[in-house]
C-alpha cells in the first residue's frame, strides 16, 4: 500500500517535472526540472529493487552532468528574442515531427500487453534473489552483453573526439602549447647556465 502510493508519487512529479523541462522558457529553471525527474527516476528504481541503478543515476548524472549542464546554460549568452523569433519560423516542422511521434507512441501503446512472465521477473528482478542486483547487473553486462558495452564505450569516445574536434576554432594571438616543439627542444636552448664568482651573486 505504502510502496503502491510511493510510485504514483514519483512518478506523477516524474511526468510533472519532463512536461516543464520541454516547456518553460528559462533554460536554468528547465535544468532544475531535470534534476528533479532524476531523483524521482531514482525513487521508482529503489522501488523496483535496483538500488545500484537509482544511485548511479543520482551520483553520475545528478551529481555530474546536470551540474556541469547547469554551469554551461549558465555561461551562455542566450538571446531569449531570437529564441522567440525563431519559434514561429520552425513551429510547422515542429509540428509535423511531433505528430508523427505521437502516431508512433499511439501504435506501440495500442500494441502493447502485459505477459505474465514479465509481472514475474517484476517481483524477482535479481536471479533466485541468491545475488544482489548490483551483482547481477555486472554479470550480465560483462558476459552475455560484453561486446555491446565495449560497442558503446567505443561510440562515446567517438562522440567525444568528434565534439572537441567541431568545437575547436584556431584564433591569431592566443599562444598554444606546442608538445612537439617541448619534447624536440635541447637543454642548451631551455636553460640558461651562468657561473657566478664567489661572493658576487647574480
Given amino acids: 500500500m505504502v510502496a503502491g502510493a510511493f510510485f504514483y508519487i514519483f512518478s506523477f512529479i516524474t511526468i510533472a517535472s519532463a512536461l516543464m523541462v520541454i516547456t518553460v522558457r528559462n533554460p536554468v529553471h528547465g535544468v532544475l526540472f531535470l534534476i ?14 535496483a538500488e545500484f541503478l537509482a544511485m548511479i543515476l543520482v551520483v553520475v548524472y545528478v551529481g555530474a552532468v546536470m551540474v556541469l549542464f547547469l554551469f554551461v546554460v549558465m555561461m551562455l549568452d542566450v538571446d531569449f528574442a531570437e529564441m522567440r523569433a525563431g519559434f514561429v519560423k520552425y513551429l510547422p516542422i515542429g509540428a509535423a515531427v511531433g505528430i508523427v511521434l505521437l502516431v508512433e507512441l499511439s501504435l506501440v501503446i495500442g500494441a502493447w500487453t502485459i505477459s505474465e512472465q514479465s509481472l514475474a521477473q517484476r517481483a524477482a528482478p535479481t536471479p533466485g534473489g541468491e545475488v544482489t542486483n548490483t551483482e547481477a547487473l555486472g554479470a550480465i553486462l560483462y558476459t552475455d552483453y560484453v561486446y555491446f558495452f565495449e560497442l558503446a564505450g567505443v561510440i562515446l569516445l567517438v562522440a567525444m573526439i568528434g565534439a572537441i574536434v567541431l568545437t575547436l576554432r584556431q584564433r591569431e594571438g592566443v599562444k598554444r602549447q606546442d608538445i612537439a616543439a617541448q619534447v624536440a627542444r635541447r637543454p642548451s636552448e631551455a636553460i640558461e647556465v651562468r657561473h657566478v664568482e664567489p661572493g658576487q651573486g647574480l
Fill in 36 to 49: 528533479l525527474a532524476f531523483f524521482n527516476s531514482a525513487g521508482l528504481f529503489v522501488l523496483l529493487g
